[in-house]
């Protein structure tokens, strides 16, 4: 029926080109990049629709309330199928092919150990992938490429930093939140969400830290293709010491205060949130030879990082 209406609509075109401007999504697809496998489905070019509609964020929102949140050693939550199906299946179809699409240029996008970085929302006014100036605080936004689509990371970026989304996060730990600052829901006004997309290679791993204390929320958004790669989930971590962390370091996990409670599973469409507390400790395990570790990295932020409340002491401690 889609290919009959095409071409019913390409036959117009030839007589009213008025009708062939209003009905042109019937004829041309999005223009997206080569196909990915998903799993054992693969992702056919004209029967897809990336458009992310209202229905498409009210089921993540859904999601995020519904979620149970884990209060040892301190409160998080790791939820599965965040996204509706079909938008993760966007999503991993429109993931950069390979690392060159990160570092063809150095003002463009950041290479550090093992990890390439581009930002795709640093906050409510620069959306859609670009750069940030440190300095000067001057936004350069990305154009699409071959090994880019800038248009639909844009919107996916627009579409899931949506304000009901951003508050939807902050309730979901209130707990956490209320230690930190008891009128936190006053404070929510002037936070926004950050967004990285994230992909890390053979050898990458992050010391047992807390987050740095001008976040309040962190979300780690997966993007396997499968679950080949389950054990390379965020290690929710605990000190036997009872160490607390003001700031935020990468500290040596061989010492032998640290102990993994849990692992959140790194499979499709899963994320691991928490709101940043003193002992909300956090690790990544040594990426494996020869993989890749796509993730979204995403945090609520205060606009002015100087002048946040000190994080609170963790619950359930």
Known sequence: MAILKRFTVMLACFSHIVFCMQHAADILPMDLPAERTVGARRLHQANINCAITDAHVAYTLAKIQHARVTMGPYPHAVIQDIFSPDVYECMLRMLPPNQAAYTKSDS????????????????????????????????????????????????????????????????????????????WRNIAKTLYMRMELNRDISGYAIGPHTDAPYKWITMLYYLPKDSALSTAGTQVVRSTKGTTQKESKWMDPKDKQWKTV??????????????ICDRSWHAVPKVANKAVRDTIQTFIRGVDSKKVPPKGQCPNM
């Open 108 to 183: 463009h996008f950041k290479q550090g150990d093992g990890r390439y970085a581009m930002l795709i929302r640093s906050n409510n006014e620069n959306i859609g992938p670009g750069v940030l100036n440190k300095k000067t605080k001057k936004w350069r936004p990305i154009p699409s490429s071959k090994n880019l689509n800038a248009t639909f990371w844009t919107e996916w970026s627009r579409q899931f930093g949506r304000e009901e989304l951003k508050q939807a996060w902050l309730e979901k730990f209130d707990v956490t939140l209320k230690a930190r600052s008891a009128d």
């Open 262 to 275: 849990k692992q959140a599973p790194f499979v499709p469409n899963a994320v691991m949130a928490f709101a």
